[in-house]
């Protein structure tokens, strides 16, 4: 028997800076990813369309200047990356257009395919990230998501220098996450702007549930005037 299921692509987003550093303190501690395959249009990339950052086993120790001075790291905007159509630019063939057009094409398709996504959280907003979570796909959590602001990428100290060729070198990154950022809060508001109209709605139609019982409850005695409100029904009306 044939079960039809929906599947929903969903993805977090971090701040492009700190998502650099975590992983190049995660690389330091001896993380690789050999077994990542890259497939691309069917096929894995060449050596020469992806050298390696490090000859050895794994890149353990490396120090930030030399995490960044390697031009083909895929820590360089791998946000962007991940979520692009890479067949669009030729997978991981640099040659086959020039640089320009490829971070643009990849940029749009990268905000393309964010946008199209049935939910994405930023892990700088924990809590509206799961507001939206929980609304979109109608569950609950068990408990409230905790805001972490003490990282290890938090705790590295680097001064205005650095920050800013980590900037540049994830230049597709940072504005796909002013882009990601925009699009969070419209989306977080627009939720929470439909949730209070469906509250409001909902206290309405339990007002004039309340008129209803009451109304049934105490009928308009004989010889009452028309329109009069008596002071018991009156002292029973909720009030908005």
Known sequence: CYHEENFYYITMLRDPVSRYLSEWKHVQRGAT???????????SPTPDELPTCYPGDDWSGVSLREFMDCSYNLANNRQVRMLADLSLVGC???????????NTIL???????????AFFGLTE???????????????????????FNITRASNVEIN???????????????????????????????????????DRQKRREER?????????????????????????????????
């Not at 809590?127 to 068990?142: A, C, D, M, S």
């Open 160 to 198: 205005e220098g650095a920050r800013q060729r980590i900037e540049e070198l994830n230049f597709l990154d940072m504005q796909l996450y002013e882009y990601a950022k925009d699009l969070f809060q419209q989306r977080y508001h627009h939720t929470k702007q439909l949730e209070h109209q469906r």
């Open 92 to 102: 991981y063939n640099l040659t086959f257009m020039n640089e320009s057009e490829r």
């Open 107 to 117: 940029l749009q398709s990268a905000k393309n395919n964010l946008k199209n996504m």
């Open 33 to 43: 990813w050999k077994t990542s395959l890259h497939m691309c249009d069917g096929r």
């Open 208 to 240: 004039r549930l309340q008129r209803e019982h009451r109304d049934h409850q105490w009928p308009k005695e004989d010889g009452a005037a028309e329109g009069t409100v008596t002071e018991d029904y009156n002292s029973q009306v909720v009030r908005w």
């Open 125 to 147: 907003f924990q809590r509206k990230t799961q507001f939206l979570f929980e609304r979109t796909f109608n569950l609950k959590f068990i408990s409230p998501f905790t805001q």
